[in-house]
């Protein structure tokens, strides 16, 4: 299993190697300046187990990289890491696929631990079966939260938690419940008794 790291920053693709070294000892690291250069490193390096990619890549309009990546490998996390503040940008992303999406002015440590939470959360998935409402005590909480109507911000701030946990959470309970946006999350609570009332 390979982990990918698309961006032409060379700094940036470097740490980004590192960090993931850390992250997964036994997986092979694979650094790609051009998404050109994937399908060609994926034959070569073998079956992907992340995707990390910058978001302005030459030659790539908006998020058509990550759409790309996800047609092929619906299943596997793919993390969007930009010099765009989050917004509309991380909104594009997350809709053309991405799992998370960091801010390259984040710190290296809260990299770290949105990544692994991405990883974590793979791990548990194999008994996950979407659709599955056996939820946890944080996952019906978060619902509750998103009824109300708040952001991931806001959810950070009354969980006393950084917002990329509060993205890594959202995203397991989408996972868990086999949808793919706060509202199809909504959907899924009301029709399912998650949120009574």
């Keep these: 299993m390979s982990l990918y790291v698309i961006d032409d920053h060379p700094l940036v693709r470097q740490a980004i190697g590192m960090l993931l070294r850390r992250l997964r000892p036994a997986s092979k690291v694979v650094e790609l300046e051009k998404f050109s250069e994937l399908q060609a490193a994926i034959i070569k390096n073998g079956a992907p187990e992340l995707f990390v990619l ?23 996390p793919l993390v969007v890491l930009s010099a765009m503040p989050a917004g509309e940008a991380e909104e594009t992303c997350i809709e053309a696929g991405a799992d998370l ?12 631990a949105a990544i692994q939470g991405l990883f974590v959360a793979d791990a548990t998935s194999d008994e996950e079966v979407p659709g599955d409402t ?43 419940l086999g949808v793919k946006s706060r509202t199809q999350t909504l959907h899924f609570a009301r029709t399912h008794g998650l949120l009574m009332g």
């Design 101 to 112: 999406y960091i801010e390259k002015s984040t710190g290296a440590n809260e990299i770290s």
């Design 134 to 176: 056996k939820l946890s005590k944080r996952q019906k909480q978060l619902i509750l939260m998103l009824d109300r109507g708040l952001s991931n911000r806001d959810i950070a701030t009354e969980l006393s938690i950084s917002e990329h946990t509060v993205k890594v959470h959202l995203w397991r309970l989408f996972r868990r």
């Design 54 to 76: 910058d978001l302005l890549l030459p030659g790539v309009k908006g998020a058509t990289a990550v759409s790309d990546i996800k047609s092929m490998y619906n299943e596997v």
